[in-house]
């Protein structure tokens, strides 16, 4: 029989186990960061899209009862639960405080929070008809009015608020809000 000889080249190009994983873990280190930086990306992105929707729900809250609360009258008598020669009453319920006045319009009207299941929504009253002003992705968790009745100015009304979106716990987005906006109504 013939034997065959092998001739074993060390010379020949070619990788070792060594330079196989050391560039495999450095692969793997690369695409682990790409996706985390990716992930950071997206959760950013929604938690601007969170803060946004808070930012033109709470807008929009505000033109609304802004201009109401502006063109309050006095109540002659005409709004119960409204002292005669009064233009606001404050008052508190379950959830947060309740502002009621009569509007340019001679409607007797109650901001306030109510239930929407497990939500609590901004809502508004005008004679018998109460709809909810806050869109319901939007939680508005707490409320409170405050009304300065001042001897030589018109009245105005401090709004505390503090409102966030509905989303996962990582993407609320918490805004508090405070603003001033006084009567237009003169004193006689």
């Known amino acids: 029989m013939l034997k065959k000889e092998i001739k074993i080249n ?18 793997s280190l690369i ?11 997206i959760d950013s992105q929604r938690s601007a899209l969170a803060t946004q929707n808070v930012q033109e729900s709470l807008k929009y809250f505000l033109e609304v009862t802004g201009k109401e609360i502006r063109m309050a009258k006095k109540n002659e008598g005409f709004c119960a639960g409204i002292p005669a020669d009064e233009i606001f009453v404050v008052s508190s319920n379950a959830l947060g405080d309740t502002l009621s006045f009569k509007n340019y319009y001679d409607q007797c009207v109650s901001y306030s929070l109510a239930a929407d299941g497990d939500n ?9 008809t109460t709809d909810f002003i806050s869109p319901a992705k939007i939680k508005i968790a707490s409320l409170r009015f405050i009304l300065d009745e001042g001897e030589f100015t018109q009245p105005t009304i401090t709004l505390n ?18 603003t001033s906006i006084a009567s237009r109504y003169y004193k006689e």
């Open 10 to 27: 060390k010379n020949a190009a070619g990788f070792t186990l060594m330079e196989v994983i050391v560039s495999v873990a450095l692969f």
């Open 31 to 41: 695409i682990l960061s790409t996706t985390q930086i990716f992930k950071l990306v």
């Open 120 to 128: 609590s929504r901004f809502q508004i009253t005008r004679d018998s």
């Open 161 to 178: 608020l503090r409102a966030y979106a509905l989303d996962l716990r990582q993407f609320e987005s918490e805004m508090i809000l405070q």
